[in-house]
């Protein structure tokens, strides 16, 4: 059976939607946060629940970046709880 893959921003490797943390940008807060029922709608990045990935996307603000939005510290560590 095909499995869809989804692409780690930080290592760039492909994992199954449930390694991932899936990150969508909320329009009405106008910020990043963890879409954990994965049901948020737009743009979306995916992340491994590693905390190396957390650590390397961190430093170089790569969810932003991919998300277009301005970077914001508080995602980090909203992830950092999650894992
Ligand atoms: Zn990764």
Do not use: F, W
């Not at 970046?65 to 980090?76: A, E, F, I, Q, V």
């Amino acid at each position: 059976m095909y499995t869809p893959t989804r692409m780690c921003v930080a290592c760039r490797e492909h994992r199954k939607p449930q390694d991932l943390i899936r990150i969508s940008y909320n329009s009405e807060l106008q910020k990043p946060e963890p879409d954990s029922d994965r049901k948020a709608m737009g743009r979306g990045a995916y992340i491994c629940r590693d905390i190396k990935c957390i650590e390397r996307a961190k430093k170089k603000h790569v969810i932003e970046k991919h998300l277009k939005c301005s970077p914001c510290d508080l995602l980090y560590s909203e992830m950092e709880e999650m894992l």
